[in-house]
């Protein structure tokens, strides 16, 4: 579905870790998984190159329950929100299972590490092949790209924000032979337990963004991009564009 003009496909969880493991399977071209929500469409829209690397992006879900409200303004409703904490954890289970190997990157100092010990300790055996946080600068990304190179790793996780882990992927993604990279933002805060997540109900009705927000006060300003989203998809389906994409 075309969502302010961002293409995001309506799958199921099951469905997105499949088509993850058929792109770890395709190791001659890179990857690139995107999980959306309304903040990253809006930021899209005033941004070409964010806009671009979306638009060309391999699999890009719906993390945000503003975009699986788009899809329902749109008339095609989404199966599921897909928020990338869960992908994250669904391709770590599917990949422990399957012998992939798995590079960290981003966060603050010490949190990546803490985010692996944690992620081994959850699937025993698993093969983290490199952690690092995502404060390095210009002259150390070289030899950050050369490590990248040798791990062997099947799937990139970046937690370096948006835009910046789209960015820096899509970048660097083709010189590493990682087949997948996939920006998963906060993710690494909740595994190495930094943060925590909603409550069960307020995850399953939606309101995940509103315990952020209790919790960072600092992101009501973030948050105005949310009614914004709200009118401009009502627009567009006004407007008679957006929806499936021909």
């Known amino acids: 579905m075309n969502i302010l003009g961002i293409p995001v496909e309506g799958v199921t969880m099951d469905e997105a870790v499949h088509r993850v493991a058929d792109f770890?399977?395709?190791?001659?071209?890179?990857h690139m998984v995107v999980t959306a929500n309304s903040e990253m469409i809006i930021a899209a829209n005033y941004d070409p190159l964010l806009g671009h690397i979306l638009e060309r992006a391999d699999l890009v879900v719906p993390d945000g329950i503003g975009v699986v409200l788009a899809s329902r303004i749109h008339g095609q409703p989404f199966p599921q929100r897909i928020p990338g904490v869960d992908l994250m954890y669904q391709l770590l289970q599917h990949g422990h299972r399957e012998g992939w190997k798995f590079y960290l990157l981003g966060a603050a100092p010490g949190v990546a590490e803490q985010a692996a010990a944690a992620i081994a300790e959850s699937f025993p055996g698993?093969?983290?092949?490199?952690?690092?946080?995502?404060?390095f600068s210009r002259d150390d990304e070289e030899a950050l790209l050369k490590d990248l190179r040798s791990s062997g790793a099947d799937i990139l996780f970046l937690a370096m924000g948006v835009p910046r882990q789209e960015k820096w992927a899509a970048a660097h993604l083709g010189s590493l032979g990682i087949p997948v990279a996939m920006g998963v933002g906060g993710s690494f805060n909740i595994w190495a337990?930094?943060?925590?997540r909603a409550p069960k109900w307020m995850q399953s009705v939606g309101?995940?963004?509103?315990?952020?927000?209790l919790r960072q006060p600092q992101r009501w300003k973030r948050a105005g991009a949310l009614p914004q989203f709200a009118l401009l998809v009502l627009w567009e389906r006004i407007r008679?564009?957006?929806g499936t994409r021909k």
């Open 24 to 30: 770890v399977a395709e190791r001659d071209r890179p």
């Open 126 to 135: 698993i093969q983290i092949v490199g952690c690092r946080d995502g404060f």
């Open 193 to 196: 337990g930094v943060d925590r």
């Open 207 to 213: 309101l995940e963004w509103l315990y952020r927000l």
């Open 240 to 242: 008679g564009r957006g």
